[in-house]
């Protein structure tokens, strides 16, 4: 296994694709941060114009916090897609290229080779993100510094500084575990689908959905729970001001099942057919 | 004929005192004046039904003749009303007081007085000051205003003979927030109804001074 796990970095390491998503994402995340910059100005005159007639402020709230609640915003739904096309590749492209059948030959069990795709493909996300992470941290704080954060979800909350890197911290956890789930159906969807293009088009296809199931009411409490698209944007909840960790554990558990079940699917189902 | 005239001397000498300026007030108005300078720390509790901020810290600095200064490692909101200790938007524009007797407040007998501005150019409407004769201090106030809407003061002092207050209550209406669509959490419900009944409501702040170091003339 652990020469298998070490043939699929080496394959991801050495191809063009893992560094043209990799400035992709690099992109995406700079032109989100600028918009966040100029938005985060707009947002503030938008969200105290009221409390201005009442209040005197003291300190600034466009901050590294601030910056980084927006680019969090947006992250979520932008990197996705690359990550879904670099990870489906780890299979469409060796049905592509013929070297499935090469490996097949050799005395490599199936379900163990693919099991070690999902796992490239897990840490493949995991690396992007904590990437991401670190960059978009370092931009933030050292251009506009710490301060508190404010956010509006149903109320106004404000957190300290340390309080709100904490839940940003916390934030990039839950939504790692978002983005790892992407990338498991994505390989998911490459075992079935095969073909690099129409995987491509399953993926962008089962994105969006996913983002429109988000916000339509379902009906049933339970859907509107637990249904893998409910759960998405659990890292929200991070920023109540009182915090449920239950439900964001929870949620977060539901979501790694979730995982494990297109993981338990894909290999079943690759195990099963002929690969020809 | 007796009664009227008796009536008439009521009225007159009713108008007579309104026109002057209570006594008490202004004896409060001096011991506040004495105050040259002071800092304090404050602790601030937010209350206000559509924001949640926690237990903020600031300082604060007052120097006579001068603006108030805050400073803070947090962010702070703080009132623009109600911490004009020196009633200088009182005393900015000539007024007249009304004496209104005396009510119990917190087990305090208080003295109420009404303040109405005789000059167009004051932003105050009426003010109605609570005021503890005995100890030279205002206890509660109720201020009018023009174009800033009401607002409400509660004040407690610590136990002695002290000028400035150790705890002040204000409280006031606070117009619902507008928030813009696409910054809204993907978990914000729209619920029009209670956004309508929301049109307006009462916010507080609470302030602890603590750390007082006062300056008097």
């Known amino acids: ?276 | 004929m007796r009664f009227a005239f008796i009536l008439l001397f009521i009225l007159t000498s009713t108008l007579t005192n309104a026109q002057k300026i209570d006594a008490d007030l202004l004896r409060i108005k001096q011991r506040m004046d004495s105050v040259q300078q002071f800092t304090a720390n404050v602790i601030l509790d937010l209350d206000v039904p559509f924001i949640k901020m926690p237990t903020k810290a600031a300082k604060i600095k007052y120097a006579k003749g001068k603006k108030m200064e805050f400073s803070s490692s947090d962010f702070v909101m703080l009132p623009r009303r109600g911490l004009d200790f020196s009633l200088n938007e009182i005393f900015k524009y000539p007024f007249i007081t009304v004496d209104r007797g005396t009510e119990t407040r917190h087990g305090k007998v208080l003295k109420v007085i009404n303040v109405i501005p005789t000059d167009n150019r004051s932003d105050l409407a009426l003010a109605t000051l609570y005021m503890d004769t005995r100890a030279s201090r205002i206890a509660e106030s109720e201020i009018n205003t023009r174009k800033n809407g009401t607002y409400n003061l509660l004040m407690q002092y610590a136990p002695g003979n002290s000028v400035l207050p150790a705890y002040v209550e204000a409280t006031f209406a606070i117009e619902r927030l507008k928030i813009p669509l696409n910054f809204m959490g993907k978990d914000t419900k729209i619920d029009r109804k209670k956004m309508r009944g929301m049109e307006t409501k009462t916010g507080k702040i609470k302030m602890r001074f603590e750390n007082y170091s006062i300056k008097l003339s």
């Open chain 1, 1 to 276: 296994m652990r020469a298998l796990l070490y043939a699929e970095m080496l394959k991801l390491v050495k191809q063009s694709k893992t560094y043209y998503a990799l400035m992709a994402i690099l992109v995406i995340e700079l032109l989100v941060f600028i918009t966040a910059y100029y938005q985060g100005s707009t947002i503030l005159d938008l969200l105290l114009d009221n409390l201005k007639q009442s209040f005197y402020f003291e300190g600034t709230l466009l901050n590294g916090n601030l910056i980084m609640y927006i680019v969090l915003n947006s992250l979520w739904f932008n990197v996705p897609l690359i990550l879904m096309i670099v990870t489906s590749g780890l299979v469409t492209d060796e049905y592509k290229d013929g070297t499935l059948q090469t490996v097949m030959l050799q005395a490599v069990k199936k379900w163990k080779f693919i099991l070690s795709k999902y796992i490239m493909a897990v840490l493949f996300t995991v690396t992007i993100i904590a990437l991401m992470m670190l960059s978009t941290f370092v931009m933030a704080y050292s251009i506009f510094g710490q301060g508190d954060l404010v956010v509006y979800i149903n109320t106004l909350n404000f957190f300290k500084s340390a309080d709100a890197f904490n839940r940003i911290c916390w934030a990039f956890a839950s939504g790692t575990v978002a983005m790892v789930f992407y990338s498991v159906v994505s390989v998911t969807l490459a075992i079935f689908v095969k073909d690099s293009a129409k995987t491509w088009i399953a993926a962008a296809l089962f994105l969006i959905i996913t983002n429109l199931i988000l916000k339509v009411d379902l009906g049933v409490p339970a859907l509107n729970n637990y249904f893998f698209p409910k759960l998405i944007d659990t890292w929200q909840q991070l920023f109540y001001f009182e915090t449920n960790w239950l439900a964001i554990g929870i949620n977060n558990t539901i979501l790694i099942i979730y995982c494990l079940i297109f993981v338990t699917a894909g290999t079943y189902f690759f195990n099963k057919k002929d690969i020809g």
